[in-house]
């Protein structure tokens, strides 16, 4: 029986009857331990207004997908979108102008460089289809080459061999779930598959080469991510795979990185206690070696390029920081960075120059995405200039993370930012912000859309819900069979928490999210009616059914992952489908959705459109041609968010 909303005099009463003949109240999920925050702690700082981040000036700040070193460390090549596509970018590690490589209005990732320097090797689908073919370019510049030219195939993560002869991707047919590790030579464009995956719930990625390039590690996971091993490919395909890693019973293991000489992995895995630990795998014996336990989620990285040391980025509550593990006196030392959203770089090569220099990430919720390197001294220096001019991050409310407990005692973490100037009079209209996947976390990171809202006086928090990555395996697992149960019951609670700040109007909290974020908007707007002001529900999913019926098989898979068969778990797709609630929506809702989407098609916008019109809702809904699960275009980006601004103040102001 589920106990998802928990709200309501209906609900409270009955579950005061239930306590009153001696039932049981669901326990609460684990996870970290986390204090719970004083809704009344919550402040709305005091400075001089500033004026409402103009939208086009929050798409100034650029985006970027991806970055590598070129092999001589002079150049970092990027995907950005400083014209408004995701094409390719060379910027001089020394600094100065970005010289631009490739032009296509389709997006381009997945980086790699010969280790020559002469080509970057990448990947580029059509129209937001999600079916890559691989291209290089002339690192000095050119035309760009279809390495692949499949339209039965797609083909992503490539990574050269040491020599450069051949190069290493993941292959996925069209028709289905699963990924094989393939690699082609280079010179004659021949493809050899290295592995040939007989089940359909499990796919194959290429990790790296070992120094020789005779070898090349690969990780092997099930679709819904609940166990994974560790193998070694015979490059040229000569030999069987060999697996490195073997577990007993539900356990993750992944590698990322191969040390110089070929003798250690660095690993990730579950298996101590459901959360991932970093640490490193002796390839001869086998034996994994935990580093620097923690009680958050870690990540192992790359080995610096002389193998005294190895990256750790450790995952504090939607906050990420790196850190150098010394293997010679197991100390582990944070890098020199900011707080906010620091990660690693490098595209599918090594994030280290030949001499030591770190390619990082870092953003923050006041602070735009950039490209950093660090010296072994630990110096930062920034490469790129993503920040628009005119974007001062002190007119900028910082975020705050805030922790709350649910209906059954889960304690919740969620992203906070509150608007300058508020007065604690219950008036403030607010948002819910819940995220996509479900497998998935909201961090703390630069999101244009909250500065939009925020620095529009909307109070913004950015749950993560049961369901989510970063809080161990069973807080991840805890909403299987449960979609838009017990994590919509979160996201109702976070409307509880802005509420008991004082500042927020409870009758003023909107609702909007991408993907899953998008199905728990409409599933909120559905289920829990009277909770909502307004939804924009941006490519959410309605129908399960449907959903199976349409999209790609590898998100079959991962659907079967979540909630079963459509057959078998009947009750559960019913339960867990906004079709089954959507009549009841109360809430004006505002759908946004592209046309060429493989994950949630248009017939899921239109299905919910048609629905709510019927019973006289009301209702829009706006379509973007030549896009896919996600808006790449910076004019449909700009317009998507615009529309849901107006909708918002329309209905919440």
């Not at 979108?81 to 296509?104: D, M």
């Not at 990420?320 to 595209?347: C, H, I, M, V, W």
């Not at 449960?482 to 609702?511: C, H, Q, R, S």
Request: net charge neutral; hydrophobic share 40%; proline share 7%.
């Amino acid at each position: 029986m589920r106990w998802g909303l928990g709200i309501g005099a209906a609900s409270a009463l009955g579950l005061a009857l239930m306590v009153g003949v001696g039932w049981a109240a669901p326990a609460p999920v684990p996870g970290p331990v986390r204090a719970v925050t004083d809704p009344k702690s919550v402040v709305s700082e005091q400075k001089p207004a500033a004026p409402p981040a103009p939208i086009a000036a929050l798409f100034e700040n650029r985006s970027s997908l991806d970055a590598a070193w070129t092999p001589d460390g002079q150049w970092v090549v990027v995907s950005a979108n400083l014209s408004g596509r995701f094409n390719l970018w060379k910027y001089p590690a020394a600094g100065g102008a970005p010289v631009q490589l490739t032009k296509s209005d389709d997006r381009q990732s997945g980086l790699t460089l010969s280790p020559d320097g002469k080509w970057v090797v990448y990947q580029q689908d059509h129209g937001g289809d999600e079916m890559y073919d691989l291209y290089a370019v002339p690192l000095a510049g050119g035309e760009p080459v279809n390495l692949t030219n499949s339209g039965t195939v797609s083909e992503t993560g490539a990574r050269f061999s040491p020599d450069g002869k051949r190069l290493a991707f993941a292959a996925k047919p069209k028709t289905s779930p699963i990924t094989d590790v393939a690699v082609m030579d280079f010179a004659s464009r021949k493809v050899t598959l290295l592995t040939h995956e007989k089940t359909l719930d499990n796919g194959w990625r290429p990790v790296a080469f070992t120094a020789g390039g005779k070898a090349l590690i690969a990780n092997r996971e099930d679709i819904g991510s609940t166990t994974g091993s560790i193998w070694r490919l015979d490059a040229a395909g000569a030999a069987p795979p060999k697996q490195l890693t073997r577990a007993q019973g539900k356990v993750r293991i992944s590698a990322s990185d191969v040390s110089p000489d070929g003798k250690r992995l660095s690993i990730t895995s579950n298996a101590k206690g459901g959360l991932d630990q970093a640490g490193l795998l002796d390839v001869a014996t086998g034996q994994a070696k935990w580093l620097a336990p923690s009680p958050w989620e870690q990540r192992g990285g790359s080995f610096s390029p002389d193998g005294g040391s190895v990256i750790v980025a450790t995952d504090a509550d939607g906050r990420q920081d790196l850190s150098a593990y010394d293997l010679k006196t197991g100390k582990l030392a944070r890098t020199k960075l900011p707080e906010g959203f620091n990660y690693e770089a490098g595209g599918s090569d090594s994030p280290f120059t030949r001499n030591g220099r770190l390619l990082v990430g870092h953003d923050a919720s006041n602070t735009p995405f950039d490209y950093w390197a660090l010296d072994r001294a630990g110096q930062a220096k920034k490469i790129t200039n993503f920040a628009a001019a005119g974007l001062d991050p002190a007119q900028l409310p910082t975020s705050r993370i805030v922790h709350y407990k649910s209906a059954d005692g889960t304690v919740i973490s969620a992203i906070l930012m509150v608007p300058f100037n508020l007065k604690r009079d219950g008036t403030a209209p607010a948002i819910v912000s819940p995220h996509g996947g479900p497998t998935g976390q909201t961090t703390d990171r630069f999101s244009r859309q909250a500065v939009a809202f925020v620095s529009r006086g909307y109070v913004v928090i950015e749950p993560n819900p049961r369901g989510s990555t970063g809080y161990g395996q069973a807080f991840q697992d805890a909403n299987h069979k449960d979609l838009g149960g017990g994590d919509l019951t979160d996201e109702v609670y976070a409307a509880k928490f802005l509420a008991a700040t004082g500042y927020v109007n409870p009758k003023k909290i909107g609702i909007t999210g991408g993907s899953y974020g998008g199905f728990m908007t409409l599933m909120a707007v559905g289920k829990t009616p009277d909770v909502w002001a307004a939804g924009v529900s941006l490519y959410g999913i309605i129908n399960w059914y449907e959903m199976m019926k349409h999209e790609d098989a590898s998100l079959q898979a991962y659907q079967r992952s979540l909630i079963g068969d459509p057959v078998a778990d009947k009750a559960v797709y019913d339960a867990d489908s906004p079709m089954t609630y959507i009549k009841q929506t109360k809430a004006p809702l505002l759908i946004l959705q592209g046309e060429n989407d493989i994950r949630v098609p248009r017939g899921q916008a239109a299905e919910v459109v048609a629905t709510l019109k019927s019973v006289g809702a009301t209702v829009d809904v706006h379509y973007y041609p030549e896009e896919g699960h996600g808006f790449a275009k910076r004019e449909n980006q700009i317009d998507s968010l615009e529309r849901t601004i107006d909708w918002f103040d329309k209905y919440l102001k």
